[in-house]
């Protein structure tokens, strides 16, 4: 990869939103600023949860031009990459604990002219992304348990995205650094100190309150951390 480190951004998770009216969940967001949209994509498996498949993606891709963020939260993520890609999905995040050869994956998703990005649970040890860290577009560490929206910040993920700042600064610093779980304003300011520049916001933004607001305020939260962030 290489280049400069991307700028911060806000990618509202759909997970969130009322799916009965998506549509105005993401013109929403659109106003509000949102630099991109994440959909949670779980199969019963990898996770307990269910929830989006390509056919949703499909209906968020007609109504909107933003970047769509697919976490691929399933067990067999190389099985369905091009179902997501010809939906719309713009870059591919798969799990590291999901596939015995994740430079396969990547290679898969770089050929369908996807960005492709590897997740790591909040236990995984980097060392599980070593293989692939310097030809990913995204790395995603995980701040709560993959499967559910609306769990609490984990704080001990911090020092491992630290730790991932670092090494992506030294191997891959154009790739983003993503954090996902229970960001608000709150949490925003230690992720962005320690060095996240993508992050996924589900309930802060669709909870309560005007979305357009909600992402104002995570957005000088983001400015308020980006300003300490640690070299």
Known sequence: MGGARRPLRLA?????????DLASAIREAETGGADAFHLDVMDGHFVPNISFGPALVKAVRARTRLPLD???MISEPLRYLSAFRSAGGDTLVFHAE?????SEVVRAAHDLGAEVGIAVRPATPLERVDPVLDR???LLVMSVEPGFSGQAFIPSVL???MAARRQLDQRNPGADLSIDGGITVATAVPAARAGATFFVCGNSVYGQGAVVDNLR???SALAQGS???VP
């Open 98 to 102: 999901a596939s015995n050869d994740p």
């Open 70 to 72: 697919i976490h691929l």
């Open 217 to 219: 305020a995570l957005r």
């Open 136 to 138: 990913v577009d995204q």
């Open 227 to 229: 300003s300490r962030a």
């Open 12 to 20: 509202p998770s759909l997970l969130s939103a009322d799916f009965a």
């Open 159 to 161: 020092p491992k995205v």
